[in-house]
């Protein structure tokens, strides 16, 4: 639990917190911050990502140029104090603290998913009193830090998450299995599930634990392929889960970069880029791609650490379909990716 809970009463005078209706003003709250910065600290630089929307409660601040000159000078309990600091990303302008300051931190994203639920019974974000959730935090704003939610727009977040179904599973049920057609993606609300494979002749082989705010299931809805593995929970679980039509219309589309064949091949030339191979090792003996990292689809999550965070990567396959599902998987973890649409050409 967190230390200390914020009063969303601390909103009132602040814009456009203020404008939330009293339910997503107790939703932010739970995961706002008050922080204190001593006199001379720098609070953000110019070009900083704004990932926080950040309001000044106590103290004195300056914002300044890029070269240094000051701007404005913001005082707490100003009219400009009521203001967002800086909102626009990346942000123009410095701010250093002149005085001891107090700093309202709460998460842009998150703001920006309340601000566009212009519906007060609309699905956003759930209270703790209305679903069962982890006591340290609630499952939307958990997922709302993870890099694949952070890159869909505010307004198809709140499409998305009200198209989700909430399901209950008991202790050993089976969520998907293995050799089935997918027709749901799942994210891990409370509980735990296990994912294994089963394998002829042999013992199933244990694959991962998945926790709250996993997800798992989107590689046979963009592979087209029936599930590799068997997912089953390990005590009471509960899930949220989006069709595949609504997973590759809202989820995976809004982060998918394609890119064809010439163009793939610039960004590689140019030193751009790198290829990430997800075929079968036979597919690429039987058409090398010359200096692509090979890593099979089925591989791809448990080596995921072998690659480059740094590296921006081409992701390619036979047709497509595969490179979609890694690309997303990538997208999850944090790491920079795109596809080559329609995957590889017969002749190269």
């Not at 911050?33 to 300056?62: H, N």
């Not at 920006?112 to 974000?125: F, G, I, K, S, T």
């Not at 219309?249 to 010439?262: G, Y």
């Not at 490179?323 to 649409?341: I, K, M």
Request: with cysteine; aromatic share 6%; hydrophobic share 40%.
């Amino acid at each position: 639990m967190r230390p200390h809970a914020i009063d969303p009463t601390l909103f009132r005078p602040l814009e456009p917190l203020n404008t939330l209706h009293v339910r997503r003003q107790r939703e932010l709250a739970r995961h706002a911050r008050l922080r204190r910065v001593p006199a001379g600290s720098q609070l953000f630089r110019c070009g900083d990502d704004a990932r926080d929307a950040l309001f000044l409660i106590e103290g004195e601040l300056q914002l300044e140029h890029a070269d240094g000159a000051l701007m404005a000078t913001v005082r707490a309990g100003d009219d400009s104090s009521t203001r967002q600091l800086a909102p626009e990303s990346p942000r123009r302008c410095s701010a250093r603290c002149r005085t001891p300051c107090r700093i309202l931190t709460v998460d842009a994203h998150l703001l920006d998913v309340l601000l566009n639920d212009q519906h007060d019974e609309a699905l956003v974000v759930r209270e703790l009193d209305d679903a069962p959730v982890d006591a340290d935090d609630d499952w939307m704003a958990h997922l709302l830090q993870q890099p694949v939610f952070r890159r869909i727009p505010a307004a198809q977040l709140q499409t998305l998450f009200e198209r989700m179904q909430a399901i209950d599973v008991e202790t050993g049920a089976h969520i998907v299995e293995q050799a089935a057609i997918g027709d749901y993606f799942y994210i891990v609300i409370t509980g735990r599930c296990q994912v294994i494979r089963e394998r002829p002749g042999l013992s199933p082989l244990h694959l991962a634990e998945l926790g709250p705010g996993a997800g798992f299931g989107e590689e046979a809805l963009l592979a087209d392929e029936p599930r590799n593995a068997s997912v089953r929970a390990l005590k009471p679980t509960q899930l949220m889960r989006l069709s595949r039509a609504d997973f590759r219309m809202l989820l995976s589309a809004p982060v998918e970069w394609r890119l064809n064949w010439d163009g793939a091949q610039r960004r590689v030339r140019d030193g751009f880029s790198v290829w990430l191979d997800v075929r079968l090792p036979g597919e690429c003996r039987a058409q090398p791609l010359p200096g692509a990292v090979e890593l099979p689809l089925h591989l791809l999550r448990p080596k995921l650490a072998q690659l480059d965070r740094a590296q921006h990567y081409i992701v390619c396959c036979s047709d497509g379909r595969r490179s979609a599902a890694a690309a997303f998987v990538l997208a999850q973890h944090g790491y920079d990716a795109c596809t080559l649409d329609g995957g590889l050409p017969p002749q190269r």
